[in-house]
């Protein structure tokens, strides 16, 4: 099966789940609700709940849809925390993105009240989603997983840092570390989740959640080096916001050669982690995914 | 046992509690750390938690504070969702509060920033918190009950339709809503945890979660008539707010004797509820404290 064959499947039958669970556009009070399903639906790569399908087939050892259908509420679980993340991260106190994806963000079409409690009921509804797991010690498990990805010590942690250092002086661990629990805690979250439902052997947990820190931490890291470098068209936004807006960066930090050497050896780490686990071919595309974004 | 004494006891024990779960002040990042703590322990009456003891106590037939230690996550998760969502309610964009029981709200002392994740924070600890249950299939049914509680269909749905509101005519049947959703179905969660807990009976789940519900509507419909007649010692805050801001209530829509026949009907119905059941006295205390708001 081709991979790219294997992202449109696999993120076909999340929409679809998607807009199952989320309560109808024109349920009450409708204008929270649309604003739930106007950022859920907003051209999201899907990528931390195909990343969990991804481990959980790694881990079964093949590709197989139907066995997909029981943990769509974890699948969506991911996808709605991430978008409520996104949410506030983009309110004007916050990083005061005016747009996401192309499009106006949340709080610029439905105003930032509005956008404050959608992404209070996206947080809600993923929780709300795991209680669904039939098996009561799996669901308990997979809450607590997600809790801490996103608390204090995961997501939200690694805002707040990113807030607190704003136009200060900061060093490369700080920066390693907002990079590690904005992106980084989600991502293993996404590959805990499996191994927590397939009931996978702790050292082998250990190995996928290393995969998928190093996997964000990476991903930040290029992302840092094309706002230096890159175009609208890889960034996907214009480049230059963060040396406009002070942020530290990787390339600000250890200059653009050094971050290339370091997100190119953190890459290798990934291969090298899974590279003898079977049917890890989709597990393979997420480090070239990053690795064709590094100019 | 004295009434007031069964509150003074159990609020110790839930302020200790809240302390060992919240992770201290001085812990990474700190600030955002220091915000939880400083809503959280800013002088709250911890009526949930309370609430939820009193009805945990009538369920077993009697006082005994030894069986509420293995409680403390349930009534510390009640505790932390209310603190979450008053920290939400107040930022410029909802409520623009900037004083809470008489001290700078949140946001006012920390920045909105912060203040927006230190709410998500403590929704997450939260939930964390009930994972901590020990009968996995109980602990799922907390969660269950308290993500109802907080949902679109709960206390967002409350909050959203209340600012939706703003500067409309509403009706009765809107305001109601709102009463209901904002302030009765935490109290209904409080209720329902307990009913979980103990295993009881459907039929008195439901009794005590109508109790809950009028409760949480009377008390905002005294709220409001304190708001048009009350002192600032009674209602703990400035009254005249709500017709400065043009903003709906009971009097305004109903008139003054009306709205008090109303509160004084639905405290007989509580009242009511709950007379004949065993070990009500805390229960019925909480008719008296809204009672006793009464002008």
Chains 1, 2 share one sequence.
Do not use: W
């Not at 106006?104 to 669904?132: M, N, Q, R, V, Y």
């Amino acid at each position: 099966m081709l991979v790219q064959e294997y992202f449109k499947t696999r993120s076909r039958l999340l929409e679809k789940a998607l807009d199952q669970y989320l309560a109808p556009a024109n349920e009450y009070p409708e204008q929270l609700h649309e604003a739930m399903r106007y950022s859920v639906f907003s051209g999201g790569k899907r990528m931390r709940p195909i990343l969990f399908f991804a481990t959980y087939e790694m881990l079964i050892g093949r590709k197989n849809i139907n066995r997909l259908a029981r943990l769509m509420p974890v699948a969506c679980a991911l996808e709605l925390v991430h978008t409520a993340s996104l949410i506030h991260d983009d309110l004007p106190s916050i990083d005061n993105s005016s747009e996401r994806r192309g499009i106006p963000s949340c709080h610029e079409k439905f105003g930032e009240a509005t956008a404050i409690l959608a992404g209070d009921a996206l947080t809600t509804k993923a929780i709300e989603l795991l209680t669904e797991i039939s098996n009561k010690k799996v669901a308990i498990d997979c809450i607590h997983v997600l809790t801490k990805a996103v608390s204090t010590r995961g997501m939200i942690g690694g805002q707040a840092v990113d807030i607190l250092s704003a136009k200060k002086k900061v060093n490369i661990n700080t920066l390693r570390y907002v990079h590690l629990k904005k992106t980084g805690a989600l991502l293993q979250a996404a590959m805990e989740l499996a191994c927590v439902i397939e009931g996978a052997e702790e050292n082998l947990t250990i190995t996928l959640s290393n995969f998928a820190l190093n996997l964000g931490l990476t991903y930040q890291i290029v992302d840092d080096i094309l706002d230096e470098v890159g175009s609208f068209e890889v960034l996907g936004k214009n480049p230059g916001g963060d040396s406009r807006s002070h942020k530290a960066t990787y390339p600000s930090l250890l200059g653009l050669e050094k971050s290339k050497m370091k997100a190119e050896k953190l890459l290798r780490d990934c291969y090298n982690l899974v590279k003898n686990m079977k049917a890890n071919d989709v597990l393979l595309e997420f480090v070239n995914i990053v690795k064709d974004r590094l100019p």
